[in-house]
């Protein structure tokens, strides 16, 4: 669910609002709301960390290739001057205290990748992250990449969900107000189906992993429904039906236009 967003030009990064953001979700569920962020290489900022602990708040960041402190959890590993982690195809470095990252004056735990899917990955091509953290046994180093992996759940079920399912990919006007309109009503209408499955997750199996197209597709069917609004009435018409009250029987024409509304 989304909890706080903004709209910002596309030339300005997320991280000038991240702290607005973050501080707008602590103010109203309190102290605790946020245990864990997940975020990418352009949150990577010593300050914001250091701000960012000062509330509770832990996180993982995966690190860039050119970074010392890389470098230096693979010169760790070529010593054994870790924790080694490992299960089934997977291998993950765990080390604590490091002190190597330039924007940040503290201590930092790292994990460092070095085989994935069964397979050795070359020192040039691994991949490490810094977290806050524990790391001190091979169960944390797990817990702590398991926590990392779930971040492609907000890709897929979040943002991906969001661009196709909610039909952003077509905005309802070209001006700003309406692109706004259109994009935060999408977003207030994604947690409003979100909350329904949460709250609805005994009555209807399996109905919390399904996405908006999914759910079209098995609980309407082929067809395209219209909700039309009257004072304090309203009604559920199919498409078609509707056109007809209108006074405007399908033609040839009018189903290629119809086409162009189904969802999937």
Not at 71 to 81: E, F, H, R, S, T
Not at 89 to 114: M, P, R
Not at 169 to 189: C, D, E, N, Q, V
């Amino acid at each position: 669910m989304a909890e706080a967003a903004r709209l910002l030009p596309i030339n300005e990064h997320e991280i000038t609002v991240s702290d607005e953001l973050i501080d707008e979700i602590v103010d109203e569920r309190g102290g605790g709301a946020i245990r864990l962020l997940l975020i990418d290489r352009g949150f990577l900022d010593g300050a914001r960390i250091k701000k960012w602990r000062k509330k509770g708040i832990h996180l993982i960041v995966p690190l860039k290739e050119n970074m010392h402190i890389l470098k230096d959890m693979q010169g760790l590993v070529k010593i054994a001057g870790g924790i080694k982690a490992e299960r089934e195809g997977l291998t993950v470095w765990g080390f604590k205290d490091l002190e190597t990252l330039d924007s940040y004056d503290g201590k930092l735990n790292g994990l460092l990748v070095t085989r994935y899917k069964g397979k050795t990955v070359e020192e040039r091509k691994q991949w490490g992250f810094i977290t806050t953290l524990p790391v001190a046994t091979a169960g944390q180093i797990l817990e702590a990449f398991d926590e990392y992996d779930d971040r492609s759940l907000v890709e897929n079920k979040q943002y991906r969900e969001l661009k196709q399912g909610y039909f952003l990919r077509h905005f309802s006007g070209k001006t700003a107000p309406l692109i706004s309109y259109h994009i935060y009503f999408s977003l207030i209408m994604m947690n409003v189906i979100s909350l329904y499955k949460i709250t609805n997750i005994e009555k209807y199996e399996g109905l919390l992993d399904k996405g908006i197209r999914l759910i079209r597709r098995q609980y309407l069917g082929p067809r395209i429904q219209v909700i039309v609004y009257v004072d304090a009435y309203y009604s559920v018409l199919d498409f078609l039906e509707f056109m007809n009250l209108l006074g405007r029987p399908p033609t040839g024409k009018l189903d290629d236009v119809r086409m162009r509304f189904l969802p999937w």
